[in-house]
């Protein structure tokens, strides 16, 4: 079994940034790929970004190319969601999640996933 945790959302003006953390306990994320999801009032969850086991593949959604980076550190079995340039529109919970396989930007592909933290652009 894998635990993840989010952490880092919060309120913040529009342009602004904040770094969401994604700590897993249980087992090691080294063998995992991981993925950003996001879920705003109304809408359907969707993917914001993945990233492969070793790095060495990354996928984000068009909307936040080039305002977000997603980036691991599995010596500290954490993974990172940097978001920049913030917008009203990213006002969602967002997750992360993980799963035994290659890189996926389908919901349904994924294990295990965490509870979810808050993230709220102000204009």
């Known amino acids: 079994q894998v635990q993840l945790v989010e952490s880092g959302g919060g309120l913040v003006q529009a342009g602004g940034s904040l770094r969401l953390s994604c700590a897993a306990s249980g087992r090691t994320l080294s063998s995992y790929a991981m993925g950003w999801f996001r879920q705003a009032p109304g809408k359907e969850r969707e993917f914001v970004a993945g990233?492969?086991?070793?790095?060495?593949?990354?996928s984000y959604a068009d909307s936040v190319k080039g305002r977000f980076i997603i980036s691991r550190d599995n010596a500290k079995n954490t993974v990172y969601l940097q978001m920049n340039s913030l917008k009203p529109e990213d006002t969602a919970v967002y997750y992360c999640?993980?799963?035994?396989?290659?890189?996926?930007?389908?919901?349904?592909?994924?294990?295990?996933w965490g509870q979810g933290t808050q993230v709220t652009v102000s204009s």
């Open positions: 990233i492969s086991w070793n790095g060495g593949r990354i």
């Open positions: 999640a993980a799963v035994l396989k290659l890189l996926s930007r389908t919901e349904r592909d994924y294990d295990y």
